[in-house]
């Protein structure tokens, strides 16, 4: 099935999702904190910018995931969120002892071409990124969490971001972008997808307690990066 029909089943189907909700609130603006101490105070503001995407970058059990489900159990009440599932790794019970509220949590799974060897990881890519820009732009969710893993190398990378940035800017959600743990010469997450970030994160979980470390937006790291804890 050529990847144009692809997007377009991806984006009708989240369409029929997002129709079944009442009605989509205002235009948000502002910062949502996520309630965790340490990280907030790493934030400009206290707390995440609506309309913008903000990067989480880290390894394997190293709190982003735990920073992200925070984030969305510290929305308001009437609020909605959305959690592309890229790496199907989400479990449901563990976000609930978070505080989420699962009937407000759209989690989307997206569909990956089988592994027959000839898709390729950008293949793999695409359906959760058409997925995270249709949720983004909705204006329906107050925040939208993206777990995608993204290959070193992925074809319109560039338009791909800006598209991402671009929705977000439109729909007004915090945008959380799950990256995985660069290096010290990283500054787009270690995969081929170089968002404009309006914060990035590099999360940690050090003996129980999370550690936040604040980066620059953009060029290299900060000397003496604002390192906080969460405990």
Known sequence: MPAETDRHLVIARLREEIRRIERSPARREGRVPCGLVGVDAALPGGG???GAISELSGGPASGKTAVALALVASLGPEELAA???GRGELYPPAAAARGVDLARLLVVRPPVPRPDGAASSADAARPGLWAA?????????????VDVPV???????D?????LQAAA?????????????RAPC?????TGLRLTAAVRLDIVDEGRRIVARARAVAGPPRRGGGETRVA
Do not use: C, I
């Open 151 to 157: 290959p070193a190398r992925l074809p319109g990378a």
């Open 169 to 181: 800017e439109r729909g007004g959600a915090v945008g959380l972008w799950l990256a995985p743990r």
């Open 48 to 50: 995440f910018a609506r």
């Open 83 to 85: 959690y592309v599932d």
């Open 159 to 163: 338009a791909v971001a800006r598209r």
């Open 133 to 145: 820009e249709a949720l983004l732009a909705s204006g329906a969710f107050g925040a939208v969490v």
């Open 186 to 190: 990283e500054h787009d997450g270690g």
